[in-house]
């Protein structure tokens, strides 16, 4: 199993993933992740400047932002997304936070199917504060769908390809399910640990929930589903986790 590389001006570990996210972070020993949710969304430009601010606020740095997660009007094509994820990593490399192509900041993005916004916003925002060495250790696990990891396009990883049959879809909530596992694996974490899941879909997941949520011991906390789409073209369900003790609103 891939180990964790840690970001020392961010005070947090995170694993490798493709240039417009990682696949999640960890804070370091004597620090902790806080979530912030806006009460609103916000448009791009607002949200960094909003995130920004708030970090300058708390006397924290800007490397110091960890994860975010975000709202986009419909799903993208594979080329439409790529061109989307090159203008949101340019903050970040201005941050300092994106380096040589390396991005660590966790993130999720989907696509609300009732009154989605008009351009891309951001949802809510992760960053690490300092903390006492006794604090529980926190995490936040990038959101997945159910494209397998490797190479070649996301329709060629996707599993059971435009099948939403009851079979399909617990296959595909499977390899979900699956996938955050391994990436809390590589952060040392298990389904005990987390405060929080997201489910993301506009398909019925109440039949999968004692199929494969409940099997796995990863409804303790409960589930919190938000009728929305994965950020691509023909993906049908995406899921994400997070082990954070704050949480607030902005």
């Known amino acids: ?13 995170f694993i490798p993933g493709p240039f417009q996210y990682s696949g999640g972070v960890c804070a370091e020993r004597g620090f902790a992740i ?10 791009m430009n607002e949200g960094f400047a909003a995130i920004r601010a708030h970090l ?21 094509t594979e080329a439409g997304f790529v061109a989307f994820n090159r203008e949101y990593i340019q903050p ?5 936070i994106v380096r040589a192509g390396v991005n660590p900041v966790a993130r999720s993005n989907v696509c609300p199917e009732s009154a989605p916004p008009s351009a891309p916003c951001f949802y809510a925002f992760s960053y ?22 490797g190479a070649g396009s996301y329709r060629e990883r996707t599993v059971r390809l435009g099948d939403r049959s009851p079979e399909a879809m617990r296959e595909k909530a499977a390899v979900v399910l699956d996938e955050m596992e391994r990436r809390m694996g590589v952060l040392g974490f298990g389904w005990g640990d987390v405060t929080g899941i997201h489910a993301y879909t506009v398909f019925d997941i109440h039949p999968l ?3 494969e949520f409940a099997a796995r011991g ?5 589930v919190g589903w938000h009728f929305a ?5 023909d993906l049908d369900v995406e899921l994400d986790v997070r082990g954070v003790a704050h949480e607030r609103m902005l």
């Not at 979530?35 to 916000?42: D, Q, T």
């Not at 990863?218 to 409960?222: K, R």
Request: hydrophobic content about 40%; aromatic content about 10%.
């Open 1 to 13: 199993m891939p180990e964790a590389v840690p970001f020392p001006d961010g005070r947090y570990r």
């Open 34 to 43: 806080e979530r912030v949710r806006f009460r609103r969304w916000l448009p």
């Open 56 to 76: 300058e606020g708390i006397g924290q740095p800007l490397t110091a932002f960890c994860a975010c997660e975000l709202r986009s009007p419909a799903p993208f």
């Open 92 to 96: 970040l490399e201005q941050w300092n």
């Open 128 to 149: 690490t504060v300092p903390a006492a060495a006794s604090a529980a250790p926190s995490f936040v696990v990038s959101g997945s769908a159910e494209a397998r990891e």
């Open 209 to 211: 929930l004692k199929a």
């Open 218 to 222: 990863a409804l303790s906390g409960g």
């Open 229 to 233: 789409r994965p950020p691509l073209i």
